[in-house]
């Protein structure tokens, strides 16, 4: 079992959701970003997904591609971003998930990405834009070969054919997409997830992790109910944004991560 299955294996024998949180890396600063990993795990954390800021994103709202974007104006690249992982990982003690889209891979090479990635301590990676039956051949082998997790995503619009392929496909956990549309944060929560969410876990074996749009601890409690695991992005780097110059930053994230954190059962 990989370091992403033992996570959700252990949240189910604690009878608990997995806290998922997200951050783009690179966010104001790449320093920045260890201290917000840090706080993160300090705060709760059961795995963080870590995002590569990419210029032409498709899934990607206005709060993280602003922050995106900053990052890739700081010089934030992909050899950065696993250097980091690679000075963090041991000392956080909690899988690391690649969030990116499948350009910055190609242009590596996948072969060469992958082995890379797992070098760095990278325990899975869930890239947004690639559909499973298109990784079939090259993708999901470079990683299986190195060990790490490939994530894929389903949404509401998902066929019966989609969820079959994507849960054959995947390993680790499976990112189900709360809603239509992009991410960002969202004043109520879509009536019908809960029924969504309920029904399609019954089909997969494989663990459902809920996000796109879950910015509150009330809705991070609603979506536990029927969830194996909550990913809380938006909210988290609009804190980020607001508080650029506040020395407490870390402090702050530490205590919103904790917030949400609550009422998952940690």
């Known amino acids: 079992m990989s370091a992403i299955g033992e ?15 997200f951050l783009v890396a690179g966010h104001p600063d ?32 206005p709060v993280i591609q602003a922050a995106a974007q900053r990052a890739l104006d700081a010089g934030m ?20 998930v690649l969030f990116t889209y499948f350009n910055p891979i190609l242009a590596r090479g996948l072969e060469r990405f992958a082995e890379q990635a797992a070098a760095s301590g990278i325990d899975g990676v869930l890239c947004v834009d ?12 470079a990683l299986q070969a190195r060990g790490l997790d490939a994530i894929f995503l389903l949404a509401p619009t998902s066929t019966k054919e989609r969820i079959k392929k994507a849960s054959a496909a995947s390993s680790g956990f499976l990112y189900y997409v709360s809603r239509r549309g992009v ?18 876990r019954r089909k997969l074996d494989l663990p459902v992790a809920v996000g796109f749009g879950i910015s509150t601890p009330e809705q991070a409690a609603a979506v536990a109910k029927v969830a194996d695991g909550v990913v809380v992005g938006s909210a988290l780097v609009r804190t980020i944004e607001e508080n650029l110059d506040d020395p407490r930053l870390a402090e702050r994230i530490e205590i919103q991560a904790r917030e949400l954190a609550a009422p998952l059962g940690r």
């Open 7 to 21: 996570v959700f294996a252990r949240c189910k024998a604690e009878k608990r959701t997995a806290f998922i949180p």
């Open 30 to 61: 790449l320093e920045t970003t260890g201290k917000l990993l840090d706080a993160l795990v300090a705060g709760g954390a059961d795995l963080i997904e870590l995002g590569m800021p990419f210029s032409d994103p498709v899934a990607d709202g």
């Open 77 to 96: 690249t992909m050899s950065k971003l696993l250097e980091l992982v690679a000075t963090k990982r041991d000392a956080l003690g909690v899988p690391i």
């Open 130 to 141: 690639l559909p499973p039956e298109e990784g079939e051949r090259e993708w999901i082998p």
């Open 183 to 200: 991410t960002g944060e969202q004043s109520l929560l879509d009536p019908e997830l809960s029924k969504r969410v309920k029904r399609l």
